[in-house]
């Protein structure tokens, strides 16, 4: 907690004059740096993040080794757990003293931009200031709203087939590679049912108290799962939906897929079915590899959820975990996109991060943080990497009813599973319930 | 005192003994008070107030009248499910908690051995009961892959596993179970009052030739009836309240099967950010919860047998 020592103060203090030399020296050399921070002038900077104790520490560290390479730039940290962070901000906004760069989520820079809340980052990408060469474009425009960039996003994250490949061999089918279809999972399924007598899985791709196996379906076939205005569903004729769970619904009787008895029990990694051998396939965020393969204390491989054959795009989409924006309160916009340049490309600073935040954006961060990962981190930095290539850009953020849509989706999902409706019944309920919800009734 | 005493008549001029011990009486009670005030009256008015408003948590809430009680009675079917379920709940957990409770108490009043050790061990599922570890083991032990699913199987009463607590033919009742459970604290009550009963009593009816069915339901039920009257009512208005249990072990699940009124506000509230049409919802609750308390009164006196009848 302690963040800076007296001693640590001397220090700046010397290495602020060694530093200003340095920067001299390059300006002149090089000529091209557009802007200097003047030495004379002392900026403070604030910075608000949510997160865990490791993400404090860790970030403290960055904001350590940030302060040291730019001693005219003070940075005072305000922290918190994510519980309480947005009232915080929403009273911060309120007296027009928001820090000079906040911790941003998906579901709420909507919310801030519309508000006026945010600068534009373009600025600083132009003059250079802020480098964002190394990222992928997909990657950068999920920070972008009526297209100007509002975030940069911390990390990447993507949903994945998870499996046991010893359990797969066992079986006698080959592992799933990336551009498999539904088919090929079906089949793979079945068949580790009728070799091992085990589950293939608890359920389809992350369609059961989730929506994004849905999604994903949708997404490949040209439809969102929410309209652009969120005020209702993306989709409107119900034929979609019928596909995707007809096919959850006929493993499930055929005894491939757990029933919703099971379905309904699982509320945590830990007691997945592949942990305890009692299915061969999952569906997880990239990032969860590495808590699933310690609870199952066995190595697990990944790949990209299955392409469809009649598909117009990818369904998968990079996941920004979360992002840093300048909000109009900064009086310093200059020197907070220096900052956040130094979070998103300094390999320095990521080697301390270790992608708490998510898989780094920047592939050369990723290159250099490769050879200090484990397998299991390899594997999500590999996936996410790959996936950039067989993704489509992500859909705008989700209205403020989805957790209430999620649940109603779940309620029909096991109404249908459970035979108290059809799947066309299900479906339509669903549309109705959802659009009514969505629609603020 | 003195000191005290010479404050207040130099404030008030000249106050009497009495009015110098109400207010030494109120200053004893000030943190009671201030705590009963802050932490009861006032979130119980901001509650009030919020029940009329829409208010996501984020934004600072909007007035909106009665909208939120219009919604809750014309269009929420959900709120119809959960009164159901709630209803279903109490009108059997209660039952068969007490009847546990009094079968228990009736055993254990007698002099044996070891009864008070006995007393001691019953009376440890209500102590964890309602925590949230016994309704992790009780997931654990009613789950698919269960003890119970492993005796029942083994032991070839069952061909193959049951969910017992995610089936929506038996979810509601894994939950009843582990309520009728928790019958401790009025074991206790029902302990105390069967002391209470003249033995005299007994023995008058041991002398006339009556069996022990004669007894129970002739002597012991009438003299206990205001005793089961008591527990019936704490009982009631605990068991509309029950949330833990169902917020672990069921999650409302299967499609709201198991959503018993508090689950579906704290959903309301929590997950969905609507902090308004629940704190409507809350008031609706205390409504029903009042009007089910008074029916039961309004029945006492057709059971319940006081021996002082007036004398107080």
């Given at each position: 907690?302690?963040?800076?020592?007296?001693?640590?103060?001397?220090?700046?203090?010397?290495?602020?004059?060694?530093?200003?030399?340095?920067?001299?020296?390059?300006?002149?050399?090089?000529?091209?740096?557009?802007?200097?921070?003047?030495?004379?002038?002392?900026?403070?900077?604030?910075?608000?993040?949510?997160?865990?104790?490791?993400?404090?520490?860790?970030?403290?560290?960055?904001?350590?080794?940030?302060?040291?390479?730019?001693?005219?730039?003070?940075?005072?940290?305000?922290?918190?757990?994510?519980?309480g962070?947005?009232?915080?901000?929403?009273?911060?906004?309120?007296?027009?003293?928001?820090?000079?760069?906040?911790?941003?989520?998906?579901?709420?820079?909507?919310?801030?931009?519309?508000?006026?809340?945010?600068?534009?980052?373009?600025?600083?990408?132009?003059?250079?200031?802020?480098?964002?060469?190394?990222?992928?474009?997909?990657?950068?425009?999920?920070?972008?709203?009526?297209?100007?960039?509002?975030?940069?996003?911390?990390?990447?994250?993507?949903?994945?087939?998870?499996?046991?490949?010893?359990?797969?061999?066992?079986?006698?089918?080959?592992?799933?590679?990336?551009?498999?279809?539904?088919?090929?999972?079906?089949?793979?399924?079945?068949?580790i049912?009728?070799?091992?007598?085990?589950?293939?899985?608890?359920?389809?791709?992350?369609?059961?108290?989730?929506?994004?196996?849905?999604?994903?379906?949708?997404?490949?076939?040209?439809?969102?799962?929410?309209?652009p205005?969120?005020k209702?569903?993306?989709?409107?004729?119900?034929?979609?939906?019928?596909?995707?769970?007809?096919?959850?619904?006929?493993?499930?009787?055929?005894?491939?897929?757990?029933?919703?008895?099971?379905?309904?029990?699982?509320?945590?990694?830990e007691?997945?079915?592949?942990?305890?051998?009692?299915?061969?396939?999952a569906?997880?965020w990239?990032?969860?590899?590495?808590?699933?393969?310690?609870a199952?204390?066995?190595?697990?491989?990944?790949?990209?959820?299955?392409?469809?054959?009649?598909?117009?795009?990818?369904?998968?989409?990079?996941?920004?975990?979360?992002f840093?924006?300048?909000?109009?309160?900064?009086?310093?916009?200059?020197?907070?996109?220096?900052?956040?340049?130094f979070?998103?490309?300094?390999i320095?600073?990521?080697?301390?991060?270790?992608?708490?935040?998510?898989?780094?954006?920047?592939?050369?961060?990723?290159?250099?943080?490769?050879?200090?990962?484990?397998?299991?981190?390899?594997?999500?930095?590999?996936?996410?990497?790959?996936?950039?290539?067989?993704?489509?850009?992500?859909?705008?953020?989700?209205?403020?009813?989805?957790?209430?849509?999620?649940?109603?989706l779940?309620?029909?999902?096991?109404?249908?599973?459970?035979?108290?409706?059809?799947?066309?019944?299900?479906?339509?309920?669903?549309?109705?319930?959802?659009?009514?919800?969505?629609?603020?009734? | 005192?003195?000191?005290?005493?010479?404050?207040?008549?130099?404030?008030?001029?000249?106050?009497?003994?009495?009015?110098?011990?109400?207010?030494?009486?109120?200053?004893?009670?000030?943190?009671?008070?201030?705590?009963?005030?802050?932490?009861?009256?006032?979130?119980?008015?901001?509650?009030?107030?919020?029940?009329?408003?829409?208010?996501?948590?984020?934004?600072?809430?909007?007035?909106?009248?009665?909208?939120?009680?219009?919604?809750?009675?014309?269009?929420?079917?959900?709120?119809?499910?959960?009164?159901?379920?709630?209803?279903?709940?109490?009108?059997?957990?209660?039952?068969?908690?007490?009847?546990?409770?009094?079968?228990?108490?009736?055993?254990?009043?007698?002099?044996?051995m070891?009864?008070?050790?006995?007393?001691?061990?019953?009376?440890?599922?209500?102590?964890i009961?309602?925590?949230?570890?016994?309704?992790?083991?009780?997931?654990?032990?009613?789950?698919?892959?269960?003890?119970?699913?492993?005796?029942l199987?083994?032991?070839?009463?069952?061909?193959?596993?049951?969910?017992?607590?995610?089936?929506?033919r038996?979810?509601?009742?894994?939950?009843?179970?582990?309520?009728?459970?928790?019958?401790?604290?009025?074991?206790?009550?029902?302990?105390?009052?069967?002391?209470?009963?003249?033995?005299?009593?007994?023995?008058?009816?041991?002398?006339?030739?009556?069996?022990?069915?004669?007894?129970?339901?002739?002597?012991?039920?009438?003299?206990?009836?205001?005793?089961?009257?008591?527990?019936?009512?704490?009982?009631?208005?605990?068991?509309?309240?029950?949330?833990?249990?169902?917020?672990?072990?069921?999650?409302?699940?299967?499609?709201?099967?198991?959503?018993?009124?508090?689950?579906?506000?704290?959903?309301?509230?929590?997950?969905?950010?609507?902090?308004?049409?629940?704190?409507?919802?809350?008031?609706?609750?205390?409504?029903?919860?009042?009007?089910?308390?008074?029916?039961?009164?309004?029945?006492?006196?057709?059971?319940?047998?006081?021996?002082?009848?007036?004398?107080l």
């Amino acid at each position: 907690m302690g963040l800076r020592e007296p001693s640590n103060l001397r220090e700046g203090g010397i290495s602020m004059r060694k530093c200003l030399v340095v920067l001299l020296l390059v300006t002149l050399l090089l000529g091209t740096l557009p802007f200097v921070v003047s030495a004379e002038e002392e900026i403070t900077l604030r910075i608000s993040w949510w997160g865990s104790q490791k993400r404090h520490d860790l970030t403290l560290k960055v904001i350590e080794l940030f302060e040291k390479e730019n001693p005219n730039i003070k940075i005072k940290p305000e922290y918190t757990g994510w519980g309480g962070y947005w009232d915080k901000m929403a009273a911060q906004a309120a007296g027009n003293n928001l820090a000079d760069i906040m911790q941003q989520d998906y579901k709420y820079l909507h919310q801030y931009y519309q508000s006026g809340l945010l600068q534009p980052l373009d600025p600083f990408i132009k003059s250079g200031v802020l480098d964002v060469s190394a990222v992928d474009e997909s990657v950068l425009s999920s920070g972008k709203v009526g297209g100007e960039l509002y975030g940069i996003s911390l990390g990447s994250n993507n949903y994945a087939v998870i499996y046991d490949p010893e359990l797969l061999a066992k079986a006698g089918v080959p592992e799933p590679k990336i551009g498999w279809t539904w088919e090929d999972y079906m089949e793979t399924a079945r068949k580790i049912k009728s070799t091992l007598g085990i589950y293939a899985a608890e359920a389809m791709p992350m369609s059961t108290n989730n929506i994004s196996g849905l999604e994903h379906y949708l997404r490949q076939h040209g439809y969102a799962f929410y309209d652009p205005s969120g005020k209702k569903l993306g989709y409107e004729d119900d034929q979609l939906f019928v596909d995707f769970y007809k096919m959850d619904l006929q493993l499930v009787k055929e005894g491939v897929l757990a029933p919703m008895d099971i379905r309904l029990e699982q509320h945590t990694v830990e007691n997945d079915l592949i942990v305890s051998k009692k299915a061969a396939m999952a569906a997880y965020w990239t990032n969860q590899i590495v808590a699933i393969s310690s609870a199952a204390g066995r190595p697990l491989k990944m790949t990209l959820f299955p392409d469809a054959k009649d598909q117009v795009r990818y369904g998968t989409y990079i996941k920004p975990s979360m992002f840093f924006s300048i909000t109009k309160n900064s009086k310093h916009p200059e020197a907070a996109a220096k900052f956040i340049d130094f979070f998103t490309n300094s390999i320095e600073a990521n080697k301390i991060l270790m992608a708490e935040r998510g898989v780094p954006i920047s592939s050369k961060v990723r290159e250099g943080l490769m050879s200090l990962l484990s397998p299991e981190q390899r594997m999500s930095f590999e996936l996410v990497g790959l996936a950039g290539r067989y993704s489509s850009p992500i859909d705008p953020p989700p209205p403020p009813a989805h957790a209430e849509v999620i649940d109603i989706l779940e309620d029909v999902h096991a109404k249908i599973l459970y035979g108290v409706v059809t799947l066309e019944e299900g479906a339509k309920e669903f549309r109705e319930r959802a659009n009514a919800v969505l629609a603020g009734e | 005192m003195r000191p005290y005493f010479r404050l207040f008549s130099a404030i008030g001029g000249k106050v009497k003994r009495k009015e110098y011990d109400n207010l030494a009486g109120y200053i004893f009670i000030m943190p009671w008070l201030f705590g009963f005030l802050a932490f009861m009256i006032v979130p119980m008015i901001m509650s009030l107030y919020l029940s009329l408003t829409r208010y996501n948590v984020l934004s600072s809430p909007t007035w909106v009248g009665l909208e939120n009680y219009i919604k809750i009675f014309t269009k929420d079917p959900r709120f119809v499910q959960s009164l159901k379920v709630t209803g279903v709940y109490v009108a059997t957990a209660v039952p068969l908690r007490l009847t546990f409770a009094l079968f228990l108490a009736v055993l254990f009043s007698q002099k044996r051995m070891l009864v008070g050790f006995y007393r001691t061990i019953y009376y440890v599922p209500s102590l964890i009961g309602g925590s949230v570890a016994v309704a992790v083991m009780w997931r654990q032990l009613f789950g698919v892959y269960g003890a119970l699913n492993s005796f029942l199987t083994s032991s070839g009463i069952m061909e193959s596993n049951f969910g017992w607590i995610t089936n929506p033919r038996t979810a509601l009742w894994s939950l009843i179970v582990l309520a009728a459970w928790q019958f401790g604290s009025p074991m206790l009550i029902f302990l105390a009052g069967l002391k209470q009963i003249p033995a005299s009593l007994y023995e008058v009816a041991a002398i006339d030739g009556a069996n022990w069915w004669q007894t129970f339901t002739r002597i012991t039920i009438p003299m206990l009836s205001p005793v089961i009257f008591f527990n019936l009512v704490m009982q009631t208005i605990n068991n509309f309240m029950m949330f833990t249990q169902a917020y672990i072990i069921t999650e409302g699940h299967p499609f709201d099967r198991t959503l018993v009124y508090i689950l579906y506000l704290f959903q309301r509230g929590f997950t969905y950010n609507q902090m308004g049409y629940a704190c409507a919802l809350a008031w609706v609750l205390l409504v029903v919860v009042g009007i089910v308390t008074a029916l039961i009164f309004k029945s006492s006196p057709h059971w319940v047998y006081y021996e002082s009848k007036g004398d107080l």
